[in-house]
């Protein structure tokens, strides 16, 4: 068990450039959540996958938002079109399905967008 | 909507204090984890709870969720340096939404030495 993985860990971009984020979930785990936070504030939830389907979006997801986790195993999350107020930290967590388990987050990736 | 409000937003004490941080909804959580969280890095699990009333012992940290799973409270005991950090409370959704987080917004924990 190698714990949740991020990649990158930083991304710094020009307003208006695509980006694309990575994270591999703990293997056994069928669970996938995408969380943003911003500077002193607490995560919030992004998107979740129950192995290859998107069960729920929040609506901070806008149209330029797009994540995927083909196989049931990584994700990928996609920003299109980066804007300044899209710099934040994104972080994956990965958990067993059921009540009371616990997600397990990833060490997160840093958007900067210049 | 679920909300979880958590305070103080800041703490800043001295080595060897107490102190006590607290998060309360008005929404039932099906559990609640806690989790620390250092700069730069994602957040780190301390504990889940998930029955109404359970304490929890982790060293000097003790966590209560309480009786109705609507709030619940992290205790540290005689405080140390290496306390420093951000501290996250999380409720977990009901129904198809069990494993979906709602963060309260942190605490900022500094202990001086």
């Known amino acids: 068990d190698t714990g949740v993985s991020q990649d990158p860990r930083h991304k710094i971009t020009k307003r208006g450039q695509n980006v694309t984020f990575r994270c591999d979930p703990i293997?056994?785990?069928?669970?996938l959540y995408w969380y943003r936070q911003t500077l002193g504030q607490g995560p919030e939830f992004l998107t979740y996958?129950?192995?290859?389907?998107?069960?729920?979006k929040s609506r901070l997801l806008s149209d330029r938002f797009s994540a995927e986790r083909p196989k049931g195993s990584f994700s990928t999350l996609e920003i299109q079109r980066t804007e300044q107020g899209d710099s934040a930290m994104y972080l994956c967590?990965?958990?067993?399905?059921?009540?009371?388990?616990?997600?397990?987050f990833g060490q997160g990736t840093r958007l900067t967008v210049v | 909507t679920q909300l979880l409000e958590q305070s103080p937003q800041f703490l800043s004490i001295q080595e060897g204090e107490n102190l006590t941080v607290y998060c309360n909804s008005s929404s039932v959580f099906s559990s609640l984890q806690w989790y620390r969280q250092e700069p730069g890095e994602g957040p780190v699990l301390l504990v889940t709870?998930?029955?109404?009333?359970e304490v929890k012992k982790l060293k000097r940290l003790t966590f209560q969720f309480g009786d109705a799973r609507k709030d619940s409270s992290l205790h540290i005991t005689a405080a140390q340096p290496g306390d420093t950090g951000l501290y996250l409370c999380?409720?977990?959704?009901?129904?198809?939404?069990?494993?979906?987080?709602?963060f309260g917004q942190g605490t900022i924990l500094t202990v001086h030495p």
């Open positions: 999380a409720g977990a959704g009901g129904g198809t939404s069990y494993g979906k987080l709602t």
């Open positions: 996958f129950q192995n290859e389907a998107q069960l729920e």
């Open positions: 293997s056994e785990h069928n669970r």
């Open positions: 967590a990965s958990s067993y399905g059921g009540i009371g388990q616990t997600a397990f």
């Open positions: 709870v998930v029955t109404g009333g």
